[in-house]
C-alpha cells in the first residue's frame, strides 16, 4: 500500500494494494486513523470527506487492488503510547489461546471482555493482541463475539488469509456451535427461522423479529435438561447481530443472565445461585483449513464459572 504521510493540514490520498483488498472501508479507516474516534470516522464517510477512486462510498463498502481512497485532513494519535495491557491480561490471553498456525490464532475469549475497543471500551482483544504481538502486522478479527459471551474467535495473521476464511463463512463453511443456558425449552430440537432486524432504542442497539428483517436461521437442541433451566447446543446458520440470543426470545427460553434480551425469572436464578453472567458460550468451530484442505475442528472448555452454574443447577434435580 502506496500513502503519504497521514497529516492534519492536508488530504491524503491511499492507494489499496493486494494485502488491503476486500477490507470493509471502516475497518481501513480504523487502522489508518488510529486514535481517531469511531464516530469522527463514521461521520467523514457519511458527510462524502471520504472517497474512493473520487466517488462517495459506504462504510460497508468492500476495497479493491488499486483503489485509491481520499482521506480529509484530520488528527490523529498516531505517536500516542499503545493502550497498556496488564500482566495478567496478557498472561489470561496467552493461556487462552487453543490454536495457533502460521495463519490463524483462535482464542477463548473470556466473558466480559469486547473484542474491540470502542463505544466507551478503551481496550478490546484485537487491541491487547496487537500489543502483545507487535510483530504481527496484519492481525484481524475474523468474526465477532458480544462482549458478554465467552468462547471461540479466530483472528487471521495474514490479510489473505483473512479473506479466504470470510469467504467460507459467507458461504456457510465455517459450522459454530454454541452452549446456552436457558428457560422454556421444549422438547428436543427447534429450529428458528426468523427474520432479524437492527433498531437503535435511543442509544442502545438492539435487533428484533421482523419481516423487514435480514434472514436468519438458528437450529437448537436439547443437551441436558434440569429442574429450573435447560442447557442447549445452538448451531448458526446465519450469523446475525445478536442472533442466537433474540432467536430464543422469541421462540420462548430466554438466556440465563441475559441483561438485554432476558427476563427477570432468569436473573433470580442466577441471584439464587449467586452468579451474574451471560450464559453463551462460543463452544465449536468446524471447517476446511484454506491452506491445508484438512478438517479443522476446535472446541473451547467452558470457564469456572460456567461450570460452577452447571454443577449447581445438577444439584437441584
Same mark, same amino acid.
Given at each position: 500500500?502506496?500513502?503519504?504521510?497521514?497529516?492534519?493540514?492536508?488530504?491524503?490520498?491511499?492507494?489499496?494494494?493486494?494485502?488491503?483488498?476486500?477490507?470493509?472501508?471502516?475497518?481501513?479507516?480504523?487502522?489508518?486513523?488510529?486514535? @481517531?474516534?469511531?464516530?469522527?470516522?463514521? #461521520?467523514?464517510? #457519511?458527510?462524502?470527506?471520504?472517497?474512493?477512486?473520487? !466517488?462517495?462510498?459506504?462504510?460497508?463498502?468492500?476495497?479493491?487492488?488499486?483503489?485509491?481512497?481520499?482521506?480529509?485532513?484530520? $488528527?490523529?494519535?498516531?505517536?500516542?503510547?499503545?493502550?497498556?495491557?496488564?500482566?495478567?491480561?496478557?498472561?489470561?490471553?496467552?493461556?487462552?489461546?487453543?490454536?495457533?498456525?502460521?495463519?490463524? %490464532?483462535?482464542?477463548?475469549?473470556?466473558? !466480559?471482555?469486547?473484542?474491540?475497543?470502542?463505544? /466507551?471500551?478503551?481496550?478490546?482483544?484485537?487491541?491487547?493482541?496487537?500489543?502483545?504481538?507487535?510483530?504481527?502486522?496484519?492481525?484481524?478479527?475474523?468474526?465477532?463475539?458480544?462482549?458478554?459471551?465467552?468462547?471461540?474467535?479466530?483472528?487471521?495473521?495474514?490479510?489473505?488469509?483473512?479473506?479466504?476464511?470470510?469467504?467460507?463463512?459467507? /458461504?456457510?463453511? @465455517?459450522?459454530?456451535?454454541?452452549?446456552?443456558?436457558?428457560? /422454556? &425449552?421444549?422438547?428436543?430440537?427447534?429450529?428458528?427461522? =426468523?427474520?432479524?432486524?437492527? +433498531? +437503535?432504542?435511543?442509544?442502545?442497539?438492539?435487533?428484533?423479529?421482523?419481516?423487514?428483517?435480514?434472514?436468519?436461521?438458528?437450529?437448537? $437442541?436439547?443437551?441436558?435438561?434440569?429442574? *429450573?433451566? *435447560?442447557?442447549?447446543?445452538?448451531?448458526?446458520?446465519?450469523?446475525?447481530?445478536?442472533?442466537?440470543?433474540?432467536?430464543?426470545? &422469541?421462540?420462548? %427460553?430466554?438466556?440465563? /443472565?441475559?441483561?438485554?434480551?432476558?427476563? =427477570?425469572?432468569?436473573?433470580?436464578?442466577? =441471584?439464587?445461585?449467586?452468579? #451474574?453472567?451471560?450464559?453463551?458460550?462460543?463452544?465449536?468451530?468446524?471447517?476446511?483449513?484454506?491452506?491445508?484442505?484438512?478438517?479443522?475442528?476446535?472446541?473451547?472448555?467452558?470457564?469456572?464459572?460456567?461450570?460452577?452454574?452447571?454443577?449447581?443447577?445438577?444439584?437441584?434435580?
Amino acid at each position: 500500500m502506496s500513502e503519504d504521510t497521514p497529516a492534519a493540514n492536508r488530504v491524503t490520498f491511499v492507494t489499496i494494494d493486494e494485502g488491503r483488498h476486500g477490507q470493509r472501508l471502516d475497518n481501513f479507516l480504523f487502522t489508518h486513523l488510529k486514535g @481517531v474516534p469511531k464516530s469522527r470516522v463514521y #461521520r467523514i464517510i #457519511r458527510s462524502g470527506e471520504v472517497r474512493i477512486n473520487k !466517488g462517495r462510498a459506504k462504510q460497508t463498502t468492500r476495497l479493491a487492488s488499486g483503489d485509491v481512497v481520499r482521506i480529509p485532513p484530520i $488528527r490523529t494519535s498516531e505517536s500516542a503510547a499503545p493502550p497498556a495491557v496488564s500482566e495478567g491480561l496478557a498472561e489470561r490471553l496467552r493461556r487462552a489461546c487453543v490454536y495457533e498456525d502460521d495463519q490463524l %490464532f483462535i482464542f477463548n475469549k473470556p466473558a !466480559g471482555l469486547a473484542v474491540h475497543g470502542g463505544s /466507551g471500551v478503551s481496550l478490546g482483544l484485537i487491541e491487547a493482541l496487537r500489543v502483545m504481538y507487535p510483530d504481527e502486522k496484519e492481525m484481524e478479527l475474523v468474526h465477532r463475539l458480544d462482549r458478554d459471551t465467552s468462547g471461540l474467535i479466530m483472528v487471521a495473521r495474514r490479510r489473505s488469509f483473512l479473506r479466504k476464511l470470510q469467504r467460507l463463512m459467507q /458461504g456457510g463453511q @465455517v459450522e459454530k456451535r454454541y452452549w446456552l443456558l436457558c428457560q /422454556g &425449552f421444549k422438547g428436543k430440537e427447534r429450529t428458528l427461522d =426468523a427474520p432479524l432486524l437492527k +433498531m +437503535m432504542n435511543g442509544n442502545e442497539r438492539i435487533v428484533r423479529v421482523s419481516r423487514e428483517g435480514k434472514p436468519s436461521v438458528t437450529h437448537y $437442541r436439547l443437551l441436558e435438561r434440569f429442574a *429450573q433451566a *435447560q442447557l442447549v447446543e445452538a448451531t448458526l446458520e446465519t450469523g446475525r447481530t445478536h442472533q442466537i440470543r433474540v432467536h430464543s426470545q &422469541f421462540g420462548g %427460553f430466554p438466556l440465563l /443472565g441475559d441483561d438485554k434480551y432476558g427476563i =427477570a425469572k432468569g436473573e433470580a436464578l442466577l =441471584a439464587e445461585l449467586g452468579r #451474574r453472567r451471560l450464559c453463551l458460550h462460543a463452544r465449536t468451530l468446524v471447517f476446511v483449513h484454506p491452506n491445508t484442505g484438512k478438517r479443522l475442528t476446535v472446541t473451547a472448555p467452558l470457564d469456572d464459572d460456567y461450570e460452577a452454574i452447571l454443577t449447581a443447577l445438577r444439584s437441584q434435580r
